[in-house]
């Protein structure tokens, strides 16, 4: 069956990175477009950042434009999410998400969906 697994998460200083990975199984990984979002708590749902199949095209919300970079190693099934200068909004559960179309950009239509992993930022 299909399977996404986050790692990676932790609690972290301010100003401090992480880099969040996903490793996928079950389905023909390069030909899906990848993203991440995050939820905080007490929050809804909000898009972090997306890849097209290649890794060759991306896209950030506003919030974290700059400071991360979402990238894929299609060898290993992975996408991963380098977070730099972390803020203590950027606080959340972070979720790897997968879908067969192309248009990464969409974030209303990702499929597959892991089960998050916890990115806690201090002051």
């Known amino acids: 069956q299909v399977q996404l697994v986050e790692s990676g998460g932790g609690l972290v200083q301010a100003g401090h990175s992480l880099r969040l990975s996903c490793l996928v199984s079950g389905l023909t990984f390069s030909r899906h477009s990848m993203a991440w979002f995050r939820q905080a708590p007490g929050s809804e749902r909000e898009f972090v950042s997306s890849?097209?199949?290649?890794?060759?095209?991306?896209y950030y919300a506003e919030s974290v434009k700059g400071r991360f970079m979402i990238t894929r190693d299609n060898a290993k099934n992975t996408v991963y999410l380098q977070m730099n200068s972390l803020k203590p909004e950027d606080t959340a559960i972070y979720y790897c998400?997968?879908?067969?179309?192309?248009?990464?950009?969409?974030?209303?239509?990702?499929?597959?969906w892991g089960q998050g992993t916890q990115v806690i930022v201090s002051s």
């Open positions: 890849t097209s199949w290649t890794g060759g095209s991306s």
């Open positions: 998400a997968g879908k067969r179309h192309t248009s990464y950009w969409n974030f209303d239509d990702y499929e597959y």
